[in-house]
């Protein structure tokens, strides 16, 4: 029996551009960033995301590490606080949330507590992390297919 590839990539970033951040500020700023790295898509109504990036970035004013069960009530209150919906404050999509922002260097857990990386500002982890490295070994690995398939069909 043949082996069949995994179509898993091991790495996943979409980026959007958007107009210019000015006159943004607080939830819709948040929601716009994760617009722009493809942690939210347009049109999504469901976007706990937004509101465990801006927990967590409150929480590096103050440099706090926080649990699940902390983020969790923290996001809650943001919601209902902003009126929206109680959708996806389950802990278990807080969880699966979490690790979509430590999969883009974003978030680090550090024992059973999360923060921002380092607590260092955003645009440092992206350049450090995203731009430097993830980026370039994925470009890298897209080179080796176009070659790949050059190779097969010239």
Request: proline share 4%; aromatic share 12%; no cysteine.
């Given at each position: 029996m043949p082996t069949i590839?995994?179509?898993t990539p091991l790495f996943e970033l979409t980026l959007r551009r958007y107009e210019r951040p000015h006159g943004l500020s607080g939830r819709n700023l948040i929601r716009k960033l994760c617009l722009s790295l493809g942690l939210l898509?347009?049109?999504d109504s469901r976007d706990v995301i937004v509101d465990i990036l801006y927990v967590l970035l409150l929480a590096r004013k103050e440099k706090e590490l926080l649990s699940v069960n902390k983020l969790s009530k923290a996001v809650t209150n943001l919601r209902k606080e902003n009126k929206l919906e109680e959708l996806g404050i389950a802990e278990s999509n807080i969880r699966r949330q979490l690790r979509r922002l430590k999969d883009?260097?974003?978030v680090e857990k550090v024992k059973s507590t999360?923060?921002?990386s380092e607590f260092l500002d955003l645009h440092t982890?992206?350049?450090n992390?995203?731009?430097s490295i993830l980026i370039p070994s994925?470009?890298?690995?897209?080179?080796?297919y176009l070659d790949h398939v050059d190779e097969q069909f010239s």
């Open positions: 590839s995994k179509d898509q347009p049109g883009i260097a974003l999360y923060r921002i982890i992206f350049k992390k995203v731009q994925t470009l890298a690995r897209v080179y080796e």
